[in-house]
Each structure stands twice: as C-alpha cells, then as structure tokens.
C-alpha cells in the first residue's frame, strides 16, 4: 500500500508530471520503483470519448456505485448521503481526480453515474476528470475539459447511486486508495507514489534520450540492422 498523503505535493511537481502521457510515467516508473512493474495501473481497456484532452495528474477521490439495485434508504437520507458524497469529493488536497467502483457484478455499467450533469457539478468541486469501470453518458453535454475514462457508453442511468466512499477501489484492474496520486490520460491511469513523484519527470527524460538513438536508426531511410545494433548500444550507455 502506498504511503498517505500528509501533505500536498508542490504544484510546479504536478505540472512536471503533466508534461508527459501515461505510457511514458510508467516507462520511468520502471526505472524509478521497478518492484512496481506489474502493479498501480489499469490493465484492461476504457473508453476515452476526449483523447486530445492533456494527461490530468490529481489526488483519488474513491467511490463505489451501484445501478441496478434500487436503494434502500429513505428519500431524505438519500439526499443527506448525496450531500455527505459531494462534500467528500469537493475537499481534501487537490487537484482531484474520482476513481469510481461499478460494484454489480456480472451487471458493470448496466446503469451510468457520470453523463452532463455529474461532469459538470464535479468540475465545479475541482475534480478533473473521472476513472471508472462503469457507464457515462451525454457526451455531447459534457463538461468541456473534464477528461473521462470509463468502461462504458450507454443510455440509462437505471438506479445509480453512490454505495460508499473513501475506501479502496479497484478499476480496470488498478487498485486506488483515497488521496493516491494518479496520472491519467487516454492510454489508461497509474498510481504514483508520492514519495516518489519528485524524481518520476526525470526518469520520463531519461527513458527518452535512451529511446532517441534507436527512434533515430529506425526512421532513417540509411536503416539496417547493423546500425540498429550500434543504437542500442548507445542507448543501452545513456545515464
């Protein structure tokens, strides 16, 4: 388990790491805490409906939803328990990022939490985008700028609600934890450790000055594979 957020990591951090798509913060994640190359990132595919929109590095809000069971609970404690959900997204270290659960089962994103009105109300608290297994809807509608990664599309929002906040999610194969720190962007989401994240951007720079040697021979239209074999050599001395 990472270790909790005490304290905000300076801006001019998060911006750093929001200079680079995802793929290259786990390339330096490998360099950085390799002992986490198979864990802290989502596995399996989501659906990005805004894949020109900027990589969004923030801390997780987590939820878990449900849709298909109707909730039990009285109108007015449902709407004190909607007001208890917003307070909890809408404070702590930000930027946020809402890491939502679809805890149905065999019936994942039957029902959509997220569509115009969601998007909007959780840009308003400082979110900036949301990574869910479950289904959005109103694309058209949405938030401009609020980055989206889901495991759906769909038309009905059936009986959602939120079931509990604050605990551990697991989405897309990525376990998330209240205040982890996430990068995301239309590749997918990774955990990073804050104790690490000062030294991520760094790594991300050297993962590219290895990659340029090769990048080069490759592009070249002067290829061949003895060339090939002398970039990799090159690369392989980069530090």
Same mark, same amino acid.
């Given at each position: ?82 007001? /208890? ?8 270290? !930000?930027? %946020?990022? $809402?890491? #939502?659960?679809? +805890? ?93 994240? /000062? ?8 993962? !590219?000055? %290895?990659? $340029?040697? #090769?990048?080069? +021979? ?22």
């Amino acid at each position: 388990m990472n270790k909790a957020v005490t304290a905000p990591l300076p801006a001019s951090v998060l911006e750093a790491l929001a200079r680079y798509d995802t793929p290259t913060i786990c390339n330096a994640m490998e360099i950085v805490a390799p002992e986490r190359r198979l864990i802290g990132y989502t596995t399996k595919p989501l659906v990005c409906p805004f894949p020109d929109l900027p990589p969004m590095v923030g801390y997780a809000r987590t939820v878990t939803i449900r849709s298909v069971l109707k909730s039990t609970l009285p109108a007015d404690e449902q709407s004190k328990r909607r007001i /208890a959900y917003y307070e909890y997204v809408g404070t702590g270290f !930000g930027p %946020r990022i $809402t890491v #939502i659960q679809d +805890i149905d089962g065999a019936d994942v994103g039957y029902g959509a939490f997220w569509g115009e009105v969601q998007s909007n109300v959780h840009k308003a608290l400082g979110c900036l985008g949301v990574i869910t297994d479950g289904s959005i809807r109103d694309i058209p509608q949405w938030a401009p700028g609020f980055q989206a990664l889901a495991g759906s599309i769909g038309p009905s929002h059936a009986w959602v609600h939120a079931e509990n906040w604050g605990g551990e999610v697991r989405v897309a194969g990525m376990t998330v934890h209240s205040d982890d720190l996430i990068h995301a962007d239309q590749h997918g989401a990774i955990v990073i450790p804050v104790d690490i994240a /000062a030294k991520i951007p760094e790594a991300a720079e050297l993962c !590219g000055r %290895r990659e $340029t040697p #090769i990048l080069e +021979i490759a592009r070249s239209p002067d290829f061949s594979l003895e060339k090939l074999k002398e970039a990799l050599k090159r690369s392989a001395e980069i530090h």
